[in-house]
């Protein structure tokens, strides 16, 4: 008796030296499948088993994983998988007691993983008080174990959780790591993709792949309400439960993030009442999950909710993957902002085009081109015939004659009509802007581009473009846009890609662009490409006759706007008009009539209320004299300056006619008029008349 005791303290001092020794051992070893490798070595030495095996649990999962393994077949090992909580190794996972079992065959929640299996020990594997995984020995002899090697086998796998502890502590440092490339490699993948919820999917994606988040949604406030959210977007969630999601700023987990604009966690949804499942998803209740919900801000404001569930692993992992919900929120506001704007913006460009065209449909029709002159009624014929085709047209006319009208009577009367019209007037836009207007650009193209912003050609895209003051394009840009019209293919700045465009192209100026293509300021082959078709517009000049008639039309258009009752003008006021050269042509004599509308005192417009330069002329107005000399006496800016300016004005004309009259000799001219020569030749330099 007493010898046998003595046996069995030497056999514990012996058993103790080697655990030393093993735990000098395994602390040499800085990785964790080494030390585990090592220690189940030991721990199948000092029992006296054939066999074991390391399980650990899988991050994201349920399921317990063989780590390292020993005197078990591979194939074997690689097809077998245990639950938490099921066989010997699940139940000692999940309670934390270690088992020892010395009859495999009279346990029913036995899994066998080796056929000759009769004993087996299973001990947990617990690190920081939480259960990792499980070591386990077995041995094809009924009995092989005693409470001895099971007492053993729990100093040892306890020795070495102290151990793991500590690498665990690079491999942390290893996962940050790894958290961060995965932030970066998220935001470089969403930054390629421009819908909220495409970037959202590519989120949800990553984050199932690396962390086993299960679901997610973006919850968002819904439009004009600032109590009510809703479920924007979401993955493995359906489009049933989605539509159950609405939630209140201030109640349930998505509601107080919102009220309180700070991360909440919830270890397992299933034990805690805050968490009310708006969308009744059904859960397996046996396994705890975890809801990380984080609020979305933009400066400062909250604009919505990231929530995602995962299965619970511990309070550490927890709070680290709130951290990281929390920078993932940052990069989604971004996106969400972003969107919004795009809405916005298509939003107002949607409600401005369709004004712009009913407008556009209503105003720029052919009838609302005046004139019934034979040059006008060219005109007419030439955009008839031109307006529905594809044709480069160039429009060619001084100032005011109607170039833009008839841009738009153009497109109104193609079958482009109801896409847009855009125009962009190469004069107005500084040479350093233009090219981005008309190209649109990248974001980060160049300082200062934030975002990407669509030129004019794609704005225009389906429609027509209109280039007023093409004369004034600077010639390295026209080279771009000789491109561009030839392969109807555009490259925004710092794109690498073309982007197709379907656009008829109108093109305005009122520069000669002959004498701009001989002094090299214009590309001849870029003339020739926008001038398919030329029309020009005759100036006012040319078409006198249809003074009366724009006059008409232009004393209604205002009198109507500002409700006045003008229907008429004089027959002296009208002739003063149709006398005037005008030019400003077409737009010149629309904001005389627009003035006079205003000015009339009764429903007839009258000299009186003509501008000044109207009846002051160099030429005296074709117009009866006394009315002409009434319009004078009656305008009061001529106070003291009457006789001078009228006398001045009918001297000028005498002497103009009279040298005309006399094939401007001055010697004839001066005997003609009955006046010495140096008087005629002094006021010929008065009024600044030569021959
Ligand atoms: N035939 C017309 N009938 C009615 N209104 C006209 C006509 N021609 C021009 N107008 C009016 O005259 C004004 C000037 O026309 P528009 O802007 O089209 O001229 P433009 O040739 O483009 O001038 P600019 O060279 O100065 O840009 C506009 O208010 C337009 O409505
Ligand atoms: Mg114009």
């Keep these: 008796m007493e010898e046998k005791n003595i046996q069995k303290l030497e056999e514990k001092i012996k058993r103790l030296k080697l655990i030393q020794y093993l735990t000098i051992a395994m602390n040499e070893t800085s990785d964790a499948r080494e030390l585990l490798t090592l220690m189940l070595d030991k721990c199948i030495a000092l029992t006296g088993a054939d066999s074991g095996s390391i399980m650990l649990k899988e991050p994201h999962s349920r399921q317990l994983k063989f780590e390292v393994f020993k005197g078990l077949e591979e194939k074997v090992i690689k097809n077998t998988k245990i639950n938490v909580g099921e066989g010997v190794t699940g139940t000692v996972f999940q ?82 790591i790894k958290l961060k490339d995965i932030l970066i490699n998220i935001s470089q993948d969403i930054e390629k993709v421009l819908e909220l919820k495409d970037s959202f999917e590519i989120i949800m994606k990553k984050l199932a792949d690396h962390f086993g988040i299960l679901r997610g949604m973006l919850v968002l406030f819904e439009k004009g309400d600032a109590n009510k959210l809703s479920v924007f ?53 046996n396994i705890p999950i975890s809801f990380i919900a984080v609020p979305i801000k933009v400066e400062g404001v909250v604009i919505g909710v990231l929530a995602v569930e995962k299965v619970f692993e511990n309070g550490y992992i927890l709070q680290d993957e709130e951290g990281l919900m ?168 710092g794109s690498e890609t073309k982007i197709k465009i379907d656009i008829r192209i109108i093109s305005a100026t009122n520069k000669n662009l002959d004498k701009l293509i001989k002094e090299g300021k214009f590309r001849e082959d870029l003339y020739y490409r926008l001038n398919v078709v030329e029309i020009k517009l005759p100036t006012l000049r040319e078409r ?75 030429e005296v107005p074709d117009i009866q004299i006394s009315k002409w000399i009434e319009a004078f006496v009656k305008n009061p800016t001529y106070e003291g300056l009457i006789y001078k300016k009228l006398v001045g004005h009918i001297e000028k004309e005498l002497i103009n006619k009279s040298l005309i009259h006399k094939n401007r000799n001055k010697f004839k001219t001066a005997e003609f008029l009955g006046i010495n020569r140096n008087t005629l030749r002094s006021k010929m330099e008065e009024y600044h008349i030569q021959i």
């Design 233 to 285: 977007t979401a993955y493995h969630i359906t489009e049933e439960e989605m539509s159950r999601g609405i939630y209140k700023v201030g109640l349930g987990v998505v509601g107080k993030v919102v009220e309180t604009g700070k991360a909440i966690s919830i270890p397992n949804i299933h034990q805690d009442s805050a968490f009310l499942n708006k969308m009744q998803i059904k859960r397996d209740k």
């Design 544 to 618: 006198k006759e249809d003074i009366p008639l724009l006059v008409h039309y232009f004393m209604n258009k205002y009198s109507e706007r500002d409700n006045k009752n003008v229907k008429n003008i004089s027959q002296e006021t009208l002739r003063l008009l149709q006398s005037y050269n005008w030019p400003g042509n077409i737009r010149e004599l629309e904001n005389v009539v627009e003035r006079a509308v205003l000015l009339a005192k009764s429903s007839t417009i009258e000299i009186s209320n003509l501008p000044s330069f109207l009846i002051d002329t160099e």
């Design 95 to 176: 309670d934390g007691v270690p088992r020892l079992i010395n009859d495999i065959s009279i346990d029913p929640a036995y899994i066998k993983i080796r056929k000759d299996i009769q004993s087996e020990l299973a001990v947990p594997l617990s690190l920081h008080g939480k259960v990792i995984g499980v070591v386990n020995v077995d041995s094809a002899k009924k009995n092989a174990f005693t409470e001895d090697d099971l007492e053993l086998l729990h100093t040892i796998s306890n020795q070495a959780a102290q151990i793991l502890a500590r690498t665990e502590l690079y491999q942390d440092l290893e996962r940050k």
């Design 326 to 493: 929390i920078l993932i929120a940052s990069i989604t506001a971004n996106k969400v902002k972003a969107f919004e704007k795009m809405l916005k913006e298509k939003e107002s460009l949607l409600e401005e085009n369709i004004s712009l065209r009913k407008e556009l449909h209503k105003n720029f029709g052919l009838n609302n081109i005046v004139g019934n002159s034979k040059a006008m009624e060219e005109v007419f014929d030439l955009i008839q015939t031109v307006a529905d085709s594809n044709s480069s047209i160039l429009i060619l006319g001084e100032s005011g004659t109607g170039k833009e009208l008839a841009a738009k009577a153009l497109h109104v009367g193609s079958s482009r009509k109801d896409g847009p019209f855009v125009s962009i007037n190469c004069a107005s836009i500084p040479e350093n802007l233009l090219e981005s207007e008309l190209f649109g650009y990248k974001k980060g193209a160049f300082t200062g581009a934030a975002g990407d912003k669509k030129g004019k050609f794609l704005l225009a895209n389906g429609g027509t473009l209109f280039l007023d003051e093409i004369g004034d394009m600077p010639l390295y840009l026209q080279a771009k846009l000789l491109r561009a019209t030839q392969e109807r293919e555009i490259e925004p700045i």
